[in-house]
């Protein structure tokens, strides 16, 4: 499976001269079926001659990042499209030229009652009730074990735990409700990381690791940028940030546009604000750079004055927001939506989306020396219908 090949406008391009402004980071939200949007994305880099130097992923985000990260620059596309093929879902009752809304109806409830056979299928004993026993380490109504035959199929951790690139995945402990980010730069990451990142309740049940239980790190942060901001040390960055739910949207109407709305919201993670926040951070940071370089020397080398003079930052953030489109007839269920048109729809316009941005290179030119953190938004430009 190809989706991007599907446009025959979709042209390889390679670009061995861009120039980036420090490390490129690819950070990944969750969002079920929505993540094949993430796979056109990382076509259009691959393409590109841009591989990330460092990948952060939080659920279906996490998954994407451990294929790329877990096979060789050669092979990452290649498993991406299997993966994604793995996931298709396709009934065999199903009437796609009859009336597509039925279709998409068929397709749904199948995956609500029969699973995806790569990725999880329905746990039999939670259907005997709520207060029904099921064991901390099987409290889901499905069982993920296809998901993990899949990745060990097509990731190698050996090579993930090279750090080339750098992966890091964010998981939600449960006894503490704290967001916990696993890295490996810090220690080896296996496939129970990646699955404890995608362990999404009450659909699935919690990893345990080390002992303690985690679940989908998008209950707590969804888009797990803050890694890049709070990292130890900070670094001159590149940060793709794929996006796949809408933080703006129209006043819902119906019931089902409720519903579509408050998982838009939801799962944002309120990306906006934080982006002003670390804008405003970041801006602090330079500003007591600046303080300190109109220092005597002497005064410099004060210990006082040192250790306040560590609250500086020198490093620039250029932050480039990829936003998935909403596709027509899209509603909340859209996360679910394993359709072999909707993988094939997001992942051409994550590919398109990336085309558009690095052929703008936005983060190039001069920007305000005080300006830490720059933001470059991609918001969705085509249409339901030419998607």
């Known amino acids: 499976m190809k989706p991007a090949q599907d446009n025959q406008k979709m042209q390889t391009i390679k670009s061995p001269d861009l120039k980036f402004p420090g490390q490129v980071v690819l950070v990944l939200q969750g969002g079920g079926a929505l993540g094949s949007y993430q796979a056109g994305v990382y076509q259009a ?50 009437f796609p030229g009859v009336w597509p809304p039925f279709s998409e109806s068929l397709s749904y409830w199948s995956t609500v009652s029969s699973g995806i056979s790569g990725f999880f299928k329905p746990n039999p004993f939670a259907q005997f009730g709520t207060e029904y026993p099921l064991g901390a380490d099987s409290a889901g109504y499905y069982s993920t074990e296809p998901l993990e035959k899949t990745l060990l199929d097509l990731v190698d951790f050996s090579l993930v735990n090279q750090c080339s690139p750098r992966l890091t995945v964010g998981a939600a402990h449960v006894r503490s409700s704290q967001m916990r980010y696993f890295d490996s730069r810090d220690s080896d990451l296996g496939v129970k990381h990646i699955m404890a990142s995608g362990a999404l309740p009450p659909a699935f049940p919690p990893v345990r690791i080390e002992g303690e239980l985690y679940w989908d790190g998008g209950i707590l942060s969804n888009t797990p940028t803050e890694a890049v901001f709070d990292d130890n040390p900070r670094k001159n960055s590149l940060i793709f940030a794929v996006h796949m739910w809408n933080p703006d949207g129209a006043e819902p109407q119906t019931m089902a546009d409720v519903l579509n709305r408050q998982k838009d919201i939801q799962y944002s993670s309120r990306i906006a604000s934080h982006i002003a926040r670390q804008q405003q951070a970041h801006r602090l940071r330079h500003v007591i750079n600046q303080l300190v370089a109109r220092l005597p020397e002497d005064e410099r080398k004060n210990e006082k004055v040192r250790e306040l003079a560590a609250y500086g930052c020198p490093t620039q953030m250029h932050v480039v927001r990829l936003l ?44 305000d020396p005080l300006a830490g953190v720059i933001l470059h938004e991609h918001a969705a430009q085509m249409s339901a219908a030419a998607e």
């Open 45 to 94: 880099l691959h393409e590109a001659n841009i591989e990330p130097d460092w990948i952060i992923g939080t659920s279906i985000g996490a998954i994407n990042a451990s294929l790329i990260a877990g096979n060789l620059p050669a092979n990452r596309l290649r498993k991406l499209e299997e993966f994604w093929g793995r996931m298709e879902q396709k009934p065999a009752w199903a």
């Open 324 to 367: 998935a489109p909403q596709l027509a007839r899209e509603n909340h269920t859209k996360d679910v939506d394993f359709s072999p048109s909707g993988i094939r729809q997001r992942w051409a316009a994550g590919y398109s989306h990336t085309r558009s941005v690095l052929d703008r290179m936005p983060w190039g030119g001069e920007f």
